[in-house]
Antibody
Framework: QVQLVQSGAEVKKPGASVKVSCRAS????????ISWVRQAPGQGLEWMGW????????NYAQNLQGRVTMTTDTSTSTAYMELRSLRSDDTALYYC??????????????WGQGTLVTVSS | DIQMTQSPSSLSASVGDRVTITCRAS??????LNWYQQKPGKAPKLLIY???SLQSGVPSRFSGSGSGTDFTLTISSLQPEDFATYYC???????????FGQGTRLEIK
């Protein structure tokens, strides 16, 4: 079955960087994009951006431009999300999700299990 | 940016009730609207895509409707496992700029 498995929890100090991985299985990785979504404790969902599984083209949320980089490794069917200059308000559960598309509409299925990133001094 | 506003923010209902959640977009998004269910400690799960298409494996008591700026998610007869938080999500524009609604928490009355 289609599955996304993410790397484990991270604790980082303010100003540091974190890199989260998302390994895909059960489908042809280059045929779909991957989106990243985060959720601060007790809060809603925030879209961070997406990367094409085929070309590596990226589109980032405006509020994260310059701090986030998304990459893929098609040889291992793995997507990565790196966030730099971490702040306390970056503490959140980070999800990857496969991007599906129909007639111009993009939606996410399935999702990874989530990776908790805690930023604390 | 396109803003998505869900109502209500929270809702109490009983097993067997019919429930409707509304999502309003700040501009026309055609039918580029999707719905997710999230249970505590779990990742979101896709329920409805492109406004009214039921994702495979999702019970038929879930349905979606709407186009333009106003959309609804309806649960025809609430089951115990439906108590969760529901999010709408739009993907209008190219390349897609995605935004989520703030969520609707559905609780047991």
């Amino acid at each position: 079955q289609v599955q996304l498995v993410q790397s484990g929890a991270e604790v980082k100090k303010p100003g540091a960087s974190v890199k989260v991985s998302c390994r895909a299985s059960g489908y042809t990785f280059p045929n779909y994009g991957i989106s990243w979504v985060r959720q601060a404790p007790g809060q809603g969902l925030e879209w961070m951006g997406w990367i094409s599984g085929y070309s590596g083209y990226t589109n980032y949320a405006q509020n994260l431009q310059g701090r986030v980089t998304m990459t893929t490794d098609t040889s291992t069917s793995t997507a990565y999300m790196e966030l730099r200059s971490l702040r306390s308000d970056d503490t959140a559960l980070y999800y990857c999700a496969r991007v599906l598309a129909e007639a111009g509409n993009s939606y996410f299925d399935p999702w990874g299990q989530g990776t908790l990133v805690t930023v604390s001094s | 940016d396109i803003q998505m506003t869900q109502s209500p923010s929270s809702l109490s209902a009983s097993v067997g009730d019919r429930v409707t959640i509304t999502c309003r977009a700040s501009q026309n998004i055609n039918n580029y609207l999707n719905w997710y269910q999230q249970k505590p400690g779990k990742a979101p799960k896709l329920l409805i895509y492109t406004a009214s298409s039921l994702q495979s494996g999702v019970p038929s008591r879930f349905s979606g409707s709407g186009s333009g700026t106003d959309f609804t998610l309806t649960i025809s007869s609430l089951q115990p496992e439906d108590f969760a938080t529901y999010y709408c999500q739009q993907s209008y524009s190219s390349p897609p700029e995605v935004t989520f609604g703030q969520g609707t928490r559905l609780e047991i009355k």
